[in-house]
């Protein structure tokens, strides 16, 4: 059995079994496009470099983080990644907080909530 390594940001750059290359990542996540004055636009996500208008009152300024907020007939959701700064080696796995989020309400947002579950998970 043989598993296939996803790609990170943080896998070594040297990473010849990863999915894809570092390169396709870094213009995945780039954000070409300015939506306000912390928040860029890229390919299907929102990019925030840093994160100064935390969900909690006890958010603090950790880096950048990444989103994706979504909504259909009855339905809201939100995907938010906000990996460590830190990189890790080739034998150690990605870390940082994932959120994923979906309720059956129509045309609320999510995103301040997810927001909140992360600071509460990385603290």
Known sequence: ??????????A????????????????????????NSRTMAGLGWMRVNRDDFGGGHRCSSLGGL???????V????VLLIRPTTSRSSQSTPPSGVCVAMLCNLQGTSLLNLAKE???IFRE
Do not use: M, R
């Not at 079994?17 to 990542?25: E, F, H, P, R, T």
């Not at 990444?66 to 259909?72: L, P, V």
């Open 1 to 10: 059995l043989q598993t296939t390594k996803c790609f990170s940001h943080q």
């Open 12 to 35: 070594s750059p040297n990473s010849k079994d990863a999915y894809l290359k570092k390169d396709v990542i870094g213009l995945l996540w780039k954000g070409d496009a300015t939506v």
């Open 66 to 72: 990444w989103y994706h907020t979504g909504s259909a």
């Open 74 to 77: 009855g339905a809201s959701s």
């Open 117 to 119: 579950v992360e600071e």
